[in-house]
């Protein structure tokens, strides 16, 4: 987590990337306006294609009059559907001549419309960390609100100037950015490295190699971690009062431990049972 970009400007997670994919680092949320035009590009498209229906004979008698497709342009005074079908032709055009959807009559869908409008994005190298299925869905909704860095920290309360102490809940010792309370903060860097004691491996990053096994549960453990990190984070913010680390430390060994037992479903490899055995859980 990087902490100084967070000083530079707030990060609040914008509309149009809560509908990127899970992959492209959104949530995957269909864009309702976006969905709308790929709909009426179905019109676009039936237009294009000389489509064998009624409504395109009627267009063409009512408006185009023999004119080309590609280079109509409404008159200002025609109905306001007829100009919104042609303001989205418009803003398909491209795609109508990149993809050939002119030259198929059954080329265009409206999902290859919305993912079009859409347009693809680079895939975020932490997509599988917060999503995988062992996870418990509220804690990966913590962990992708962590990866883009738009839980409510005091920094960023403090840019928003909604709040103007921007010290760390927990420990006081410094800014509460991301980084700050999920890493540095000496209250959650003493949980975090017992936890890790405990995993027999480090939260910052997984091995390059290491088997199925070890990465779901390198997951769970993980995002355990962070969710009772800032639950316990939102309790001080009200009670002005912090559990000893232990006592979280335990309560996250339990969490992973009911999640990984309950989602355990496939055998392990003979070098894994020993590790897994020493985490509690029964093979
Ligand atoms: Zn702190």
Redesign the pocket.
């Known amino acids: 987590m990087d902490g100084d970009a967070e000083y530079q400007r707030p990060h609040l997670v914008t509309w149009d990337s809560v509908c990127y994919s899970k992959k492209e680092g959104g949530l995957g949320v269909k864009n309702a306006g976006m969905w709308n035009v790929a709909t009426v590009g179905k019109l676009v498209n039936w237009i294009y294609t000389k489509a064998d229906r009624l409504w395109v004979l009627w267009i063409d008698h009512i408006y185009m009059k023999g004119v080309d497709w590609s280079s109509y342009i409404p008159p200002p005074d025609s109905n306001w559907n007829w100009r919104n079908i042609c303001k989205v032709k418009g803003m398909l055009a491209t795609g109508f001549q990149g993809n050939h959807w002119i030259s198929d009559a059954r080329g265009y869908s409206i999902n290859a419309g919305y993912q079009w409008l859409q347009s693809s994005h680079p895939h975020v190298p932490w997509y599988k960390d917060v999503w995988d299925s062992w996870n418990v869905p509220k804690q990966s909704v913590i962990g992708w609100l962590i990866q883009r860095k738009a839980l409510n920290t005091r920094v960023k309360m403090a840019q928003l100037r909604i709040s103007d102490n921007n ?8 800014p ?1 950015t991301h980084a ?2 999920f890493s ?5 860097n003493l949980v975090v490295t017992n936890i890790e004691l405990w995993l027999q491996m480090s939260l910052q990053t997984l091995p390059g190699r290491c088997s199925t096994i070890r990465r779901k549960v390198w997951r769970v453990v993980r995002l355990s971690c962070w969710y009772m990190l800032w639950t316990e984070r939102n309790k001080c913010r009200i009670d002005m009062n912090i559990r000893r680390p232990e006592l979280l430390v335990s309560e996250i060994q339990k969490v992973a431990q009911m999640r990984i037992q309950h989602k355990l479903n496939f055998p392990i490899q003979q070098s894994d049972v020993i590790w897994i055995t020493s985490l509690g859980i029964h093979v």
Do not use: A, K, N, P
Request: charged share 20%; proline share 0%.
């Open positions: 010290s760390c809940v927990m420990c006081e010792l410094g509460e700050h309370t540095d903060c000496v209250y959650s």
